[in-house]
């Protein structure tokens, strides 16, 4: 079997590490964009696909580093053989470099905002105290996601925003920018101590990279 | 993980953080979709399937309006 | 991912055991993509049923809140609006310790269809 990890645009070289079941990276091509494969077993060991879905992550973000643009695929795309392969990724070619022009230079930063269960419910005596509460509490918190949201959307070159928590956002960032959306992040965390708020990256742009426009 | 394998938090939220990205992102190429609500798959949809199944009932469709 | 991973938090503030505690589920995830076993897939079941209660109820009290701050609805409607919500969220704190089930629990991410609301 192949195992993908992702397209690639510019690639120097291939990272120093082992794949998933310890596979070495290969190379194809596919015009002149690259492709990053291992030869898998079929039969995975059982308990051994933590193993390999992390190994996958951390060969995408290697790959990261050593390409001018980097497509991550989706974990378990995998394929009988090479010839197999190849005709699934001709068949997107034009989709590939539209998409490796898309995040070319930028790098996704993850941002998550949440708050303890408790904080968010709201207690009243009648129906009416109820729906005033609610509509205060959603006015407000509709105001602080905006007060995070909104620079960082304009920072990013895209986003994806996932209706999970109070906030949850994926950043299309350029590389060069990715300080000044910590800066604000770490300001908007000071001011509201009582949410809990995580910021992480530089990714590769995984959540760009399938066909989902955003 | 037992409690004393476990990570210190910070890295498992990082750990998360790539796992999530990994199985949920990134460019599919087979065309198969998987909703997943509470990371439960809910419908798996191989396009294959769909597309040799549609050229099925078309044949078959001819198939009996030419009987 | 060990040593490397001070170099992707770039901020971190509050409890963090609110998003870690989803990395548990996530070791679900592993044992299903290859073959789930019955109790799996029916904590899955009753995991899926009650996050689209809870999507429907959200979406329901937006539309209610939305038209309350227009003023499209009467002092009455408002009242039994607000009780039946009431309700509802007692109903589904019932139903969430029944399947011992916390709100971290209940996602709502839609994966490559992005976001449902």
Same mark, same amino acid.
């Given at each position: 079997?192949?195992?993908?990890?992702?397209?690639?645009?510019?690639?120097?070289?291939?990272?120093?590490?082992?794949?998933?079941?310890?596979?070495?990276?290969?190379?194809?091509?596919?015009?002149?964009?690259?492709?990053?494969?291992?030869?898998?077993?079929?039969?995975?060991?059982?308990?051994?696909?933590?193993?390999?879905?992390?190994?996958?992550?951390?060969?995408?973000?290697?790959?990261?580093?050593?390409?001018?643009?980097?497509?991550?695929?989706?974990?378990?795309?995998?394929?009988?053989?090479?010839?197999?392969?190849?005709?699934?990724?001709?068949?997107?070619?034009?989709?590939?470099?539209?998409?490796?022009?898309?995040?070319?230079?930028?790098?996704?930063?993850?941002?998550?905002?949440?708050?303890?269960?408790?904080?968010?419910?709201?207690?009243?005596?009648?129906?009416?105290?109820?729906?005033?509460?609610?509509?205060?509490?959603?006015?407000?918190?509709?105001?602080?996601?905006?007060?995070?949201?909104?620079?960082?959307?304009?920072?990013?070159?895209?986003?994806?925003?996932?209706?999970?928590?109070?906030?949850?956002?994926?950043?299309?960032?350029?590389?060069?920018?990715?300080?000044?959306?910590?800066?604000?992040?770490?300001?908007?965390?000071?001011?509201?101590?009582?949410?809990?708020?995580?910021?992480?990256?530089?990714?590769?742009?995984?959540?760009?990279?399938?066909?989902?426009?955003? | 993980?037992?409690?004393?394998?476990?990570?210190?938090?910070?890295?498992?939220?990082?750990?998360?953080?790539?796992?999530?990205?990994?199985?949920?992102?990134?460019?599919?190429?087979?065309?198969?979709?998987?909703?997943?609500?509470?990371?439960?798959?809910?419908?798996?949809?191989?396009?294959?399937?769909?597309?040799?199944?549609?050229?099925?009932?078309?044949?078959?469709?001819?198939?009996?309006?030419?009987? | 991912?060990?040593?490397?991973?001070?170099?992707?938090?770039?901020?971190?503030?509050?409890?963090?055991?609110?998003?870690?505690?989803?990395?548990?589920?996530?070791?679900?995830?592993?044992?299903?993509?290859?073959?789930?076993?019955?109790?799996?897939?029916?904590?899955?079941?009753?995991? !899926?049923?009650?996050?689209? +209660? @809870?999507? %429907?109820?959200?979406?329901?009290?937006?539309? =209610?809140? $939305?038209?309350? &701050?227009?003023?499209? !609805?009467?002092?009455?409607? +408002? @009242?039994? %609006?607000?009780?039946?919500?009431?309700?509802? =969220?007692? $109903?589904?704190? &019932?139903?969430?310790?029944?399947?011992?089930?916390?709100? @971290?629990? %209940?996602?709502?991410?839609?994966?490559?269809?992005?976001?449902?609301?």
């Amino acid at each position: 079997m192949i195992h993908v990890y992702a397209f690639a645009a510019g690639l120097q070289k291939l990272p120093a590490r082992a794949g998933v079941q310890d596979g070495r990276l290969e190379k194809r091509t596919i015009a002149e964009i690259s492709a990053v494969v291992s030869r898998a077993s079929a039969h995975p060991a059982p308990g051994s696909q933590r193993d390999d879905v992390i190994a996958h992550g951390l060969v995408v973000e290697a790959l990261n580093e050593l390409a001018e643009a980097v497509l991550p695929v989706k974990f378990g795309e995998t394929f009988a053989d090479d010839e197999a392969f190849a005709v699934a990724a001709h068949e997107l070619l034009s989709d590939l470099r539209g998409r490796l022009d898309r995040v070319r230079g930028c790098v996704e930063i993850g941002v998550r905002v949440t708050a303890a269960a408790g904080d968010l419910d709201v207690t009243a005596s009648t129906g009416t105290g109820y729906m005033e509460a609610k509509l205060a509490s959603l006015t407000e918190q509709d105001a602080i996601v905006t007060a995070l949201h909104g620079p960082l959307e304009r920072l990013a070159r895209d986003t994806v925003v996932s209706s999970s928590g109070i906030h949850t956002a994926a950043y299309l960032v350029p590389r060069a920018d990715v300080g000044a959306v910590q800066d604000h992040v770490e300001r908007f965390a000071s001011a509201h101590p009582e949410l809990t708020v995580i910021c992480t990256g530089p990714w590769a742009p995984y959540s760009f990279a399938g066909d989902e426009s955003s | 993980m037992s409690v004393l394998e476990r990570p210190p938090l910070q890295e498992q939220v990082t750990l998360l953080e790539l796992v999530d990205r990994v199985l949920n992102k990134g460019v599919t190429l087979t065309g198969d979709i998987t909703l997943a609500v509470a990371d439960v798959d809910l419908v798996y949809v191989g396009l294959r399937v769909l597309l040799s199944s549609v050229g099925t009932l078309d044949r078959l469709r001819d198939e009996g309006a030419g009987a | 991912m060990s040593a490397r991973s001070a170099d992707k938090l770039l901020a971190a503030h509050g409890d963090l055991n609110l998003v870690a505690s989803r990395l548990d589920r996530l070791e679900d995830v592993f044992p299903r993509r290859v073959g789930a076993d019955p109790e799996t897939v029916e904590r899955g079941l009753a995991q !899926l049923v009650l996050t689209l +209660i @809870e999507l %429907l109820r959200q979406l329901m009290e937006r539309q =209610a809140l $939305r038209r309350m &701050e227009q003023g499209t !609805l009467t002092d009455e409607q +408002i @009242e039994r %609006l607000g009780v039946t919500f009431m309700k509802l =969220a007692d $109903r589904m704190d &019932e139903l969430k310790a029944q399947f011992g089930l916390r709100d @971290e629990d %209940l996602n709502l991410n839609l994966g490559p269809l992005g976001d449902l609301l």
